[in-house]
């Protein structure tokens, strides 16, 4: 007992370092020293200038849902929590330890018949979302354990066998639609209880029969997905880390290559395929393979120069690694409506996307901790929102005041940190022929305050400064957006001084 219970917590350890071998594409990147030959490359090549791709730059905010049968359990059985024997809610089918039930994969694979949500309501999710100022949603049609919300014809393990019956995908793609919210939808490649997928690379013909009928089955359903969804925007592939799918990069390179003409305007992002030498996510030459880096995961980066000028998006838990409905959230650090607007910011200051998660319950209700988050999220958003929607990253030096956004001539800066001297000093580069000409605070009643070259003169790299007075009377319980019009300087300064102030 004491053995296999120390060989399943080997098991969580090697689960845990290989999906932190996967995080490794998240920090800056190497460049390859040498040039490879890549056959099995990126199908883009250059960054997109299409309306689609356009319309994802455009987005800042989005919302991402984690939702199949593991929210019937929420993370417990029985009372008893998989906290300690599971790698995440969603993964609940995959627990292991002294804790989880016997047969429990069996208990699982059967909770199919009570799943049966009845407050289900697409419309009331996809409204919670607009309030929320998401322009883009990601639904699981179908995570790790195998189980399709849409009435898949190619597997039984679908919604049509649930007490449910209705097409899930459906009404979520219609939902939100109607509330002009773009729908993209996650698909996992690796299935837990298909007889016919495995993570090893078939080795015998059995097994090579077995696993081309997987790849035949993937390829069925993606075409599925697209007609039956016209209105998609992309896909969010997941579970694409094993050796068998790794090294099928001829037939996943082919089939990128189908959607993309069955779809044009598709976008699919890194974490889809790798090339022949099982590099994943980048080509062995260093080349994004897909339309943006999906790596970022639960991190952001620290730099925009990490990034290469590749598009991405940054998928983030309010509890710390939960993707479906957790019942339970005590004991946990779960992220506050300001972490998630620093973390929002961050990244839209970077030019990426923030997609929150939501893992609604059994019944169709969101989590009531996400429900006072979107809330909280949404009142900011209303106010602040234009620095946030079709934004740029902004050329002007890091600031430890917080973040900067700009469209055109206007620049936002997304105050966390509030001086106590009440003083914003914006730093500019050398003969920048844009400076903070006006400000407002968005949401106040402080529409004209006093901006200022700072007397300050120039520092030692002839970057010059720009004094932006937040007014004592002005209240802020939250960070808060300056915006601000850029114009030309008007003062040239001749003082120079010692250090940066
Ligand atoms: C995957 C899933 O396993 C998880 O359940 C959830 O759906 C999430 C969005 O995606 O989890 C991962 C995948 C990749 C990494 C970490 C967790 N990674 O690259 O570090």
Redesign the pocket.
């Known amino acids: 007992m004491v053995r296999k219970f120390k060989y399943n917590l080997m098991l969580g350890a090697l689960l845990f370092s290989a999906?932190?071998v996967?995080?490794q594409?998240?920090g800056p990147k190497k460049k390859p020293t040498e040039l490879k030959e890549v056959k099995y490359g990126s199908l883009v090549f250059a960054n997109r200038t299409d309306v689609a791709m356009e319309a994802f730059r455009n987005y800042g905010l989005g919302q991402?849902i984690?939702w199949g049968v593991y929210a019937i359990p929420g993370n417990e059985w029985n009372g008893v929590s998989a906290r300690n024997g599971a790698?995440?809610s969603?993964?609940i089918r995959a627990w292991k330890g002294p804790a989880a039930p016997n047969n429990w994969a069996t208990i699982y694979d059967n909770l199919y018949k009570q799943f049966n949500p009845i407050y289900f309501d697409a419309k009331r999710w996809a409204k919670q979302a607009k309030a929320m100022g998401a322009k883009y949603m990601i639904f699981?049609t179908k995570?790790?354990d195998g189980f399709a919300l849409w009435p898949t014809k190619y597997s039984p393990y679908n919604i049509t066998k649930s007490p449910y019956k209705k097409d899930i995908v459906k009404e979520i793609v219609d939902g939100y639609n109607a509330e002009g919210i773009d729908v993209f939808l996650?698909f996992?490649i690796l299935e837990w209880n298909n007889p016919d997928y495995m993570s090893k690379v078939p080795s015998t013909d059995e097994e090579k029969t077995r696993y081309n009928k997987f790849l035949q089955y993937t390829r069925n359903q993606l075409i599925e997905l697209l007609k039956n969804y016209p209105t998609i925007k992309g896909f969010w592939f997941?579970?694409t880390?094993d050796q068998s799918w790794i090294k099928s990069h001829e037939f996943t390179y082919a089939l990128e290559k189908e959607l993309r003409t069955i779809k044009p305007d598709l976008i699919i992002g890194s974490?889809f395929r790798n090339d022949e030498y099982g590099k994943r996510h980048f080509d062995s030459n260093g080349v994004l393979l897909g339309d943006y880096e999906q790596?970022w995961?639960?991190k952001l980066p620290e730099d925009i120069s990490w990034l290469d000028g590749n598009d991405w998006d940054c998928?983030m838990t309010i509890p710390p690694n939960g993707?479906?409905y957790m019942k339970d959230w005590s004991g946990l650090y779960t992220k506050t409506t300001d972490d998630i607007i620093e973390l929002l910011m961050k990244s839209v200051s970077m030019n990426g996307n923030f997609v929150l998660?939501f893992g609604p319950d059994g019944l169709g209700n969101m989590h009531p901790g996400e429900d006072v988050i979107a809330k909280e999220l949404g009142e900011w958003m209303k106010v602040n929102g234009e620095a946030v929607h079709a934004v740029r990253y902004a050329d002007f030096p890091k600031t430890n005041y917080g973040y900067y956004t700009q469209k055109g001539k206007t620049l936002y800066l997304t105050v966390v940190n509030r001086p106590n001297n009440g003083v914003i000093r914006i730093p500019v580069i050398k003969n920048s022929k844009e400076v903070p000409v006006n400000a407002l605070i968005l949401g106040s009643s402080f529409t004209d305050l006093l901006v200022k070259h700072a007397d300050i003169g120039y520092d030692l790299d002839k970057n010059t400064y720009y004094d932006v007075i937040i007014p004592k009377e002005y209240i802020s319980n939250r960070t808060f957006v300056l915006k601000m019009q850029l114009g030309e300087p008007r003062v040239n300064s001749s003082k120079l001084m010692d250090a940066k102030m």
Do not use: C, K
């Open positions: 999906l932190s996967d995080a594409w998240t991402f984690h790698a995440a969603e993964w699981t995570h790790h996650y996992s997941d579970g880390w974490r790596g995961e639960r998928v993707w479906g998660n």
